[in-house]
């Protein structure tokens, strides 16, 4: 059970290390500290996973348009990561295939693409949770993907990555930080560094809940607040400039008819992008711009609509998807590191990472992917380390296994298809027991109880998507959610998935208040709020 606390900043202080910005790379990089056994606070001024981390392409992959970049070390890292994921988090981390039409007149061509995917497999190494790429003939392609547009068809590819639902990814990554000992709290805004004698001491840390503001005292301070880091007051000059804040968006439109994702070049300009099923859906995505204003008001424009609708008909041809058929969208923004004067396009800019010190007491991790941010945030500690005359040790997440991962010594597969068939017994549908295990893992046995109480909980809350009620509920009273929000977008991703009807939202409210302890006005507060904020209007 994940248990929200404030009062334990306040009463645990002062600490070896406060994390500000509860996305993947601080909560791998609370885990791993608290691993080691030093004294961690981590506060997330919304959710986890709420900013950047929520908005990825949800992959978790070595990125293979970096090697026309010839970022061989990064793509290689990802790739040995990627294999390492899968095997400490198998109900988190799942094969995908991939497929790579070629069509006359792409950027790419065939003999290009092929000599990149064989260094992709070289680099990837071997006991990958994926196989190698092939390559596919004209004839083959239109067998595999007959709903792909023929004209100019010369073929096509196929090879492997790994997708994930990345803001569950890092709620389980806080999980595992909160049972190594980490002191871990959301809505709670770290709204100033304090200045000490030595140079940064810690952070006003304002809670959402009560209204207090607690002076959480550190001895190194990590500012992981990604594109927010910059405005974080009592940061230097010379710290606001570290990034450069790049917006990607996704649409979210119907499933194509085979259970691939695919990689695609934009005539327009050149970039790659994704389509990449997702809980029954299609993500289409990302785009790459130069983004400068408010983080937290970032938003998707009719031009990137029209941009990924453009790119992806291209492909699809006769089966092209229009603006009508967009079920959702979502927007982020990247941290890149910034090179003053320079004048490459985002999608040029390396996606390396670095580790710098603005301020003495103050580290701020500037970069990077969600693939790779568990070997960043070791790297992290490690200095930290450093910076508290402590041994590092090796890295205690190397080896260790996901907090929600089954444990019962089981094959993988074995243990989703037992537990499948416990769900479905208990009155979910298939596709929702088994969607179930993979979301909670070795937590799911709470849930199960729970329908055993409560049996009704087994439908879905949605009639096109596998989440049951009893997941909401869950979500309440056993991950830390506090708002809708957090139950709707990231426990449940209800809200970027589908168009809920206003009563969907309310059933959801209801079936949350008893466990955040609202009234009954209250959770009808909440769902016409909610509805207000997402533009759901009631039906006439």
């Not at 890292?77 to 988190?92: D, F, N, Q, V």
């Not at 983080?295 to 998807?321: F, H, M």
């Not at 996901?402 to 596709?431: I, S």
């Not at 708002?483 to 426990?491: A, C, H, I, N, S």
Request: hydrophobic share 40%; glycine share 10%; with cysteine.
């Amino acid at each position: 059970m994940m248990r929200r606390d404030f009062s334990q900043l306040e009463e645990y202080g002062p600490f070896d290390v406060l994390v500000v910005g509860g996305g993947i790379y601080g909560a791998w990089i609370a885990q791993d500290a608290a691993l080691r056994g030093l004294r961690v606070a981590l506060v997330e001024r919304t959710d986890w996973g709420a900013g950047t981390s929520q908005a990825s392409s949800k992959l978790l992959h070595g990125g293979l348009r970096y090697l026309e970049h010839f970022k061989f070390g990064l793509v290689q890292r990802a790739l040995l990561e990627r294999r390492r994921l899968a095997e400490l988090a198998p109900h988190r981390v799942h094969p995908l295939r991939f497929a790579i039409p070629v069509y006359r007149g792409d950027r790419v061509g065939r003999l290009k693409m092929e000599a990149g995917l064989w260094l992709y497999d070289r680099l990837a190494g071997g006991k990958q949770p994926v196989p190698p790429h092939r390559m596919l003939s004209r004839k083959r392609a239109m067998e595999d993907w007959p709903f792909l547009g023929t004209e100019g068809l010369v073929g096509g590819f196929t090879y492997g990555d790994c997708g994930t639902d990345d803001a569950r990814f890092t709620l389980e990554v806080v999980a595992g930080a909160m049972v190594a000992g980490a002191v871990c709290v959301n809505h709670a805004e770290a709204v100033e560094l304090v200045m000490g004698k030595q140079g940064i001491s810690g952070a006003m840390v304002h809670d959402a809940l009560s209204g207090r503001t607690s002076q959480v005292m550190a001895r190194v301070t990590v500012n992981a607040a990604g594109p927010w880091g910059g405005n974080l007051k009592g940061m230097r000059a010379e710290g606001r400039g570290l990034a450069r804040l790049v917006k990607g968006v996704h649409l979210v439109l119907p499933a194509l008819p085979v259970d691939d994702a695919f990689l695609l070049t934009a005539r327009r300009d050149g970039r790659v992008f994704f389509l990449i099923p997702w809980y029954g859906r299609t993500l289409v995505g990302t785009t790459d711009t130069d983004y400068s204003g408010d983080p937290g008001e970032v938003t998707v424009t009719p031009e990137d609509i029209e941009y990924l609708l453009t790119e992806a008909g291209r492909v699809l041809g006769a089966n092209a998807w229009t603006e009508s058929d967009v079920l959702g969208s979502f927007a982020g923004v990247r941290t890149l590191i910034n090179t003053p004067g320079t004048d490459s396009s985002p999608t040029d800019v390396t996606r390396e990472w670095t580790l710098e010190s603005p301020q003495p007491g103050l580290l701020m991790p500037v970069g990077g992917k969600l693939t790779s941010a568990r070997v960043e945030a070791a790297i992290t500690v490690q200095h930290l380390c450093s910076m508290l005359d402590r041994a590092p040790g090796a890295c205690p997440t190397r080896r260790r296994p996901f907090a929600w991962a089954p444990r019962d010594g089981m094959d993988y597969a074995d243990w989703e298809g037992g537990v499948t068939n416990a769900g479905t017994t208990l009155g979910l549908d298939p596709a929702t027991a088994r969607q179930s295990a993979r979301r909670l893992g070795n937590t799911l046995t709470t849930l199960h109880q729970r329908l055993r109480e409560a049996p009704d909980l087994a439908r879905r809350i949605h009639p096109d998507l596998p989440f049951c009620m009893g997941e909401a509920v869950h979500a309440a009273s056993q991950e830390m959610a506090v708002t809708l929000d957090d139950v709707l977008r990231r426990r449940v991703p209800l809200a970027i998935l589908a168009r809920l009807t206003p009563e969907q939202v309310v059933e959801v409210a209801d079936h949350v208040a008893p466990e955040l302890g609202w009234t009954w006005e209250r959770a009808a507060d909440e769902a016409t709020g909610w509805c207000e904020q997402h533009g759901i209007v009631p039906r006439s």
